[in-house]
């Protein structure tokens, strides 16, 4: 095991940034998650650390040695790709031994390390199969498998689980959990996955364009992101941004408005009109069942004066909970809301919804900073 230190390294493709200045190390044993959208460079940052792309600037360090001119082959670690990369024409047993023959490991040890590893990872009796006859879960723990037979210092994952069903993926991921618990051996795992990223990592790397956004544990990342993008995308369904302006302790949000906390006036010192993104997530807007009873006009207006009135565009059942989109008059924006699941409201139907204002970010429209919660 080991630990793996990027210093700004920065990767290049015709003169264009596919990665720039990406700093941060993952301590031995610990399990970190590159996290972000399609494009953002989490592989290419994986494929650096492997070896399979060379870095344009910067040092990589295995442990105490830096590896920048090291091939492939020299670095130990072994990388689990989205495709498995199984070899066709081997058996599973094949597979997993591949590895250690071409390192010219005597054979007792090869067959003594592929029958412990096939026997930890429920694959004992596939030993004589090959890949064809194999369902993608199983697959997947082959590829796993050949991984851990090597004993590496570094794990790398590229996507492992986006080729298995929902429910496979959720029992491989919670399989995972457990076998680095058990193994200990450093990991870097990349994803788009949200729910992966915060159910997996000891730390979170999110990028955005060849950049980090933001390093930190998931709850972290989660209450407290460092700006628009990390927070929108880190949580499911998204966090809503609603555009607003400040005027005399109030946010204006299109038609409506909504007090401005104390909290937020002190730390800002909003100048009238100034312009916001707020954000709040589905999690922490409540629908105002009170409106369906009988409270009369004043019920009404006490209710009204501190929520947002919503057209009700999608209702989508989830089981323990309802999913509700519903937009906003005017702009048109919607609103992820969550429901209980006993919720019967219909498309079309105008509802008020109260936000839980002690949960409200503010960012900067501009730059997409957080501006209130500060980290």
């Known amino acids: 095991m080991s630990s793996v230190r990027l210093e700004k390294i920065t990767r290049r493709f015709n003169n264009a940034p596919a990665i720039e200045n990406i700093t941060f190390e993952v301590p031995d044993g610990q399990f970190w998650v590159l996290v972000g959208p399609s494009g953002c460079g989490k592989s290419t940052v994986l494929r650096t650390i492997a070896g399979l792309e060379t870095a344009t600037a ?20 072994a990388m689990v790709f989205q495709n498995y990369a199984l070899y066709p024409h081997m058996t599973v047993a094949q597979n997993l031994a591949f590895g250690l023959q071409m390192r010219k490991v005597d054979a007792k040890t090869i067959q003594e390390r592929v029958e412990t590893v096939a026997r930890s990872l429920d694959i004992a009796h596939l030993l004589d199969r090959k890949p064809k006859q194999l369902s993608g879960g199983q697959q997947q723990r082959v590829a796993l498998g050949r991984a851990i037979a090597r004993e590496p210092k570094v794990f790398l994952l590229d996507e492992p689980l986006s080729n298995l069903d929902a429910q496979l993926r959720d029992d491989t991921r919670a399989e995972l959990k457990q076998l680095h618990h058990r193994l200990g051996i450093t990991t870097i795992y990349v994803t788009h996955d949200r729910v992966e990223a915060m159910t997996l990592a000891d730390q979170i790397v999110v990028l955005n364009q060849g950049e980090i956004q933001q390093i930190g544990d998931p709850q972290t990342i989660y209450t407290r992101p460092a700006n628009r993008m990390v927070a929108t995308f880190l949580g499911s369904p998204p966090m809503n941004i609603l555009k607003a302006s400040y005027r005399g302790g109030v946010f204006q949000v299109g038609e409506q408005s909504l007090p401005c906390p104390l909290a937020v006036q002190e730390k800002l010192q909003p100048d009238e009109g100034q312009n916001f993104d707020l954000g709040i997530r589905p999690e922490h807007i409540l629908i105002m069942e009170a409106l369906n009873v009988e409270g ?80």
Do not use: C, M
């Open 296 to 375: 009369g006009k004043e019920n009404l207006e006490n209710l009204s004066a501190t929520s947002l009135q919503v057209e009700v565009k999608v209702v989508e059942p989830l089981g323990r909970e309802t999913l509700i989109r519903a937009a906003l008059p005017a702009s048109g924006v919607l609103l992820n809301i969550h429901a209980l699941s006993h919720w019967r409201g219909r498309l079309g139907d105008r509802i008020f919804v109260q936000l839980d204002l002690s949960e409200l970010f503010v960012f900067d429209p501009t730059t997409g900073d957080t501006l209130y919660p500060l980290r």
């Open 58 to 77: 910067g040092n990589l360090y295995i442990g105490n040695t830096l590896v920048n001119n090291l091939p492939a082959r020299q670095r130990d670690v």
